[in-house]
């Protein structure tokens, strides 16, 4: 079964403090990754579109990545503003549909 | 300013009654999203649309209904057949091409609780 798991569940930083959070998946090809941060109540807000292997993308403090196998979101000097869940999804080369599949997120606290 | 509405914020009904969740958007996407939300869990997917009249289950269909008649809206009814209604509900948006699905856009959400 297609899955994408992300890790760690829960991450607390003190500001300043750099880390990275994890994305793997195991669908057969990718034809997009994706991700978003959600604050408690709130809808997902996109950060991220990854297509291919290799490729970067930078907003602010964050940095996402891509490799065959995993994407990683690395926070730079994070502020207690970066707290909130971060999710990551995937679209499968010929699935067929429109239809993403979700990670279950990692809930960054960062401390001042 | 363009974007995706959901309303109501909060619902509250009793256990047995039908409720229509609605969303609304104005960024001229085809395709639309219901997603559900509970904790630990991540957001699993209702049902989705990709054009006008047309829908299709996801992951979780059962105990719910969709309609798509017009573009811009795409209502979520959740019927008292749903066993554990319960959550947090989230519409979406987002352009699609070619099999090539692009970032989705989100609303607000709407936090449904019965009782």
């Known amino acids: 079964e297609d899955q994408v798991t992300q890790s760690p569940e829960a991450l607390r930083l003190q500001e300043g403090e750099s880390s990275s959070l994890n994305c793997s998946y195991t669908?057969?090809?990718?034809?997009?990754l994706f991700w978003y941060r959600q604050d408690p109540g709130k809808g997902p807000e996109f950060l991220f579109t990854?297509?291919?292997a290799g490729e970067e993308k930078e907003k602010e403090r964050l940095k996402a990545t891509l490799t065959k196998k995993e994407s990683f979101l690395h926070i730079t000097a994070p502020k207690p503003e970066d707290s909130a869940t971060y999710l990551c999804?995937?679209?499968?080369?010929?699935?067929?549909?429109?239809?993403?599949?979700f990670g279950t997120g990692t809930r960054l606290k960062v401390l001042a | 300013d363009g974007g995706i509405t959901q309303s109501p914020k909060y619902l509250f009904r009793k256990e047995g009654q039908n409720v229509t969740l609605s969303c609304e958007q104005n960024?001229?996407?085809?395709?639309m999203y219901w997603y559900r939300q509970d904790p630990g869990q991540g957001l699993r997917l209702i049902y989705y649309?990709?054009?006008?009249?047309?829908?299709q289950k996801g992951d979780i269909a059962e105990g719910y209904s969709v309609s798509r008649e017009k573009k811009e809206s795409f209502p979520l009814t959740v019927t008292s057949a749903q066993k554990n209604p319960t959550a947090f509900y989230l519409c979406?948006?987002?352009?699609?091409?070619?099999?090539?699905?692009?970032?989705?856009?989100f609303g607000p959400g709407t936090r449904l609780t019965v009782t």
């Open positions: 999804a995937v679209q499968e080369v010929g699935s067929g549909t429109y239809k993403y599949i």
């Open positions: 960024l001229n996407h085809d395709a």
């Open positions: 669908v057969s090809g990718l034809r997009g």
């Open positions: 979406a948006s987002s352009i699609t091409a070619w099999g090539t699905l692009y970032e989705q856009y």
């Open positions: 649309s990709q054009i006008v009249n047309d829908f």
């Open positions: 990854l297509y291919s």
